[in-house]
């Protein structure tokens, strides 16, 4: 299994700098351990005017089917002889953007602290995989490589057999690419569409791999003609997980549009730290005013109801006044996402003490939900049905009663100030329903009088004197205690 990367250069900007790049010296040959195999580095010719990096994974097939799945396609057990002698020692797969991603990671990620500016830069590369196994032929990998700059992209098909050329060609090619392109970028596609024109995977997909998807991608896949394709291949033709890659995706695409954030288009979550020229995003400033309304109010012990990946969890953890934190949500893949972005199984005693993550439905009354202070439902109402609403109502301020409830949930109006939204569309596929400031103010008032509740709004984000602030806020007081009524309940 193998694959080469190759520059040219002059001597004010020689080709060994790619050395540099990849963080491997051309000087010398170096093994690292995977775990399927050895993966080597060497530079087959290093030159000032040309320079060639060469990756050679050497499989071993017994290891792969100890240590692996030791299955075909889509899963299926292959006969006992297969699982021993197969292709995966030879054809380039996710065995090999596997090792790609180890050895190359740094620069996968751009980083070069000797040449910043040359790994920002892009470099005259060329890129060649001896045996490439592409599911859907030479008309696919050029479609997938050709929208991403590449000036030549080769698929020369091999024949199954040279000797009898009658038998036709195999489903393998000899992948060449040529073209000026960042090192990083030229590593990250070939990370993702390796497997993808392989059609599978030597491992399990596990939600993790939206993620790792997600990060490869950024800059080209949001956009790519083949998106849907090479989402499903990637993950293993998982449906929730690639649904969850195309929403993502789409809201990505939607802020790159508009050049907005996107948080600006909806409750998505950007972890990089601020900067004086970019704005805050509008999920952040959701979770500051969250925060503040809740230290006003005293409160120590807070529900986040509806708590998605854990977020606002993880901002309520940083801050010692809140001694108790639970997340509750109807989804077991996002508390699993919570648990991982929170870190759970490597949290100190201490502050494990202080979080939990529940499994349930808001529109049932759950017991281990009474007695808490606060509880937060942040852009969580808009993704039920309307004749659920009461049953949540009653849950929560009914059955619960914290002492003071926080609800956002999007202005409708102000999406006309997103020229990327349609007329006429939500800002989340998932979203039932979105609210004027009239309705969601009729809504909150009569929830309000009708469980014993005081009810204030607050605008979050800006405040547009003709259509109002992008989210909307309500933050209910409890003033008395009423008999339990039965309306609503589930």
């Known amino acids: 299994m193998f694959l080469t990367i190759s520059t040219t250069g002059d001597p004010e900007s020689p080709a060994t700098d790619l050395g ?10 170096q093994v690292f351990s995977t ?31 100890r240590r692996g799945r030791g299955k075909g396609r889509g899963g299926a057990p292959d006969s006992a002889l297969a699982q021993y002698v197969n292709d995966r020692p030879y054809a380039a797969s996710s065995l090999l953007a596997v090792a790609l991603a180890k050895v190359f990671k740094t620069a996968l990620h751009g980083v070069c602290g000797a040449m910043p500016e040359r790994a920002a830069a892009p470099l005259p590369l ?62 990250n596609h070939l990370y993702v569409l390796l497997p993808v024109l392989d059609d599978a995977k030597h491992y399990w997909v596990a939600p993790d791999e939206v993620d790792k998807l997600l990060r490869a991608g950024d800059g080209w896949l949001a956009g790519h003609p083949e998106r849907e394709l090479i989402t499903a291949r990637y993950l293993s033709r998982r449906r929730g997980l690639a649904r969850e890659a195309t929403e993502r995706l789409e809201l990505v695409r939607l802020a790159e549009a508009e050049g907005l954030d996107v948080d600006e288009v909806d409750n998505a979550v950007d972890e990089t730290e601020d900067t004086e020229d970019r704005p805050v995003p509008l999920a952040e400033r959701r979770r500051a005013a969250i925060l503040a309304v809740l230290t006003s109010a005293g409160a120590a012990r807070v529900l986040d109801l509806g708590c998605g990946q854990g977020q606002l969890v993880q901002a309520l953890l940083r ?14 893949r996002a508390l699993t996402v919570a648990a991982r972005r929170l870190r759970l199984d490597r949290m100190g005693e201490r502050q494990a003490a202080r979080v939990r993550l529940v499994q349930g439905s808001l529109a049932y009354t759950d017991k281990r939900l009474g007695g808490y ?53 939500v800002r989340h596929g998932d979203h039932r329903f979105e609210w004027t400031r009239e309705e969601f103010r009729s809504w909150a008032e009569t929830v309000a009088g009708r469980y014993g509740y005081g009810v204030g709004f607050t605008p979050v984000g800006p405040d547009d004197p003709e259509v109002g602030p992008p989210t909307q806020m309500a933050v209910f007081t409890r003033t008395a205690d009423l008999p339990m009524e039965k309306e609503g309940r589930a």
Request: aromatic letters at 8%; a negative charge; glycine letters at 8%.
């Open 319 to 332: 801050d010692v006044r809140f001694t108790e934190v639970v997340g509750v949500d109807v989804s077991v």
């Open 126 to 187: 060329r890129v060649e995989v001896p045996v490439l196994p592409a599911r859907g032929g030479p008309r696919l990998v050029r479609a997938l490589f050709g929208p991403l700059g590449w000036d030549t992209v080769e698929a020369e098909p091999l024949a199954l057999d040279g000797r009898f050329p009658e038998w036709g060609d195999s489903r393998y090619v000899r992948l060449v690419l040529e073209g000026e392109l960042r090192l990083a970028d030229a590593l």
């Open 373 to 425: 202070d606060a509880a937060v439902l942040s852009e969580v109402i808009e993704h039920l049905d309307l004749s659920r609403l009461p049953a949540l109502e009653y849950a929560v301020f009914g059955a619960a009663k914290p002492r003071t409830v926080v609800v956002t949930t999007p202005n409708v109006e102000y999406n006309v100030r997103w020229e990327s939204l349609p007329a006429g569309h």
């Open 20 to 29: 540099f790049l990849l963080h491997k010296h051309p000087e010398r040959a």
């Open 35 to 65: 775990s399927h195999g050895a993966a080597h580095v060497f530079y087959p010719e290093a030159g000032v005017e040309r320079c060639t990096a060469a990756l050679l994974l050497e499989v071993d097939p017994v290891a792969l089917v």
